[in-house]
Each structure stands twice: as structure tokens, then as C-alpha cells.
């Protein structure tokens, strides 16, 4: 537990940021609100990821790594990810189903989101997807996802760097 009370100081400096980026609407709702504070972090997060790249950089650890079915993002290739999203989305929708927090302070979750891309096209995704924390910032998110909806090309989109 004493590791999620890093991530939700993490969440709180997050709050700060988002307040500062409105380059595009993101809706993030909840089936689940046993964890608000994990729930608070993974909005905040998505926030920050989808409009503020720049900003996203200092939440992360040196070592940061996103894993994705067979393949990994590290840090800067994360933050590549992120911009390319906030470069080429009008706006998002995002609805976890599912969140929960292990004693070592692990959130775990299952969400649900709809892409309004640049051109007009549209994609859904569904992610399954873990974070972990080391010294209050984000190390490491392992993730599986699957297109829903949407053109085969976008099923990159969960790790698209380019």
C-alpha cells in the first residue's frame, strides 16, 4: 500500500498539468469505484498522455517500458507513442470496467476506448492492462489490446510510435 500512496501523490501532480490541456476532450468514465484514487490516477494519466507529451516525460521513470503483446516501447519510444496520439486524435472516450490495486500497489484494469482520429475515422479498442510504480513514478505498463471497431491499420494503434 505504502507504494500506491506514491501513485496517487503522482496522480495529484498529474492534476496540476491536466488543469493546463484542453487540445482535445477526453471523457473517461467508471463501472467500478471501489479504488478512486487508482481511478483518479488512470484519468488523470490518460489526460496527460493524450494532450500533454511533453509533460508526460517527467512522470516516468528512467527505466520506463511499455510492453504490448509481443513487443516493448521504452521511455522514449513511449513518449513517441504519446505524441503521435495527441498529434492525430480530436478526441477520446474511455470507460474502464474493471480496476483494482494489489498490496504492492498495482493497478490493474480493463477499459474500453473510442478514437475520433484527425480525418474523421473512427477506431475501439479494448485493453487489459497493469501498472507498476517504483520511487512514485511509472516504471513499466504491460498491456494487451484488441481492435473492436475500425480500420485493420489502426490495430497498431495501442503502441504506434510513427
Request: net charge negative.
Amino acid at each position: 500500500m505504502k507504494k500506491f500512496l506514491h501513485t496517487k501523490l503522482l496522480g495529484l501532480s498529474l492534476l496540476g498539468f491536466s488543469a493546463f490541456s484542453q487540445a482535445m476532450p477526453v471523457e473517461v468514465t467508471f463501472n467500478d469505484l471501489s479504488h478512486p484514487e487508482a481511478n483518479r490516477f488512470l484519468e488523470q494519466t490518460f489526460e496527460v498522455f493524450l494532450n500533454t507529451p511533453s509533460e508526460l516525460d517527467k512522470q516516468l521513470s528512467d527505466d520506463f517500458v511499455q510492453v504490448f503483446g509481443g513487443g516493448i516501447n521504452d521511455r522514449t519510444e513511449f513518449l513517441a507513442h504519446s505524441t503521435v496520439l495527441s498529434d492525430s486524435l480530436l478526441g477520446a472516450k474511455i470507460h474502464f470496467e474493471d480496476v483494482n490495486v494489489d498490496s504492492d500497489g498495482v493497478i490493474s484494469e480493463i477499459h474500453t476506448i473510442a478514437l475520433t482520429k484527425k480525418d474523421g475515422s473512427e477506431a475501439v479498442l479494448r485493453f487489459l492492462a497493469f501498472y507498476y510504480f517504483k520511487d512514485g513514478k511509472l516504471t513499466k505498463i504491460d498491456e494487451l489490446n484488441t481492435l473492436v471497431k475500425g480500420s485493420s491499420e489502426d490495430s497498431d494503434i495501442g503502441s504506434r510510435t510513427e
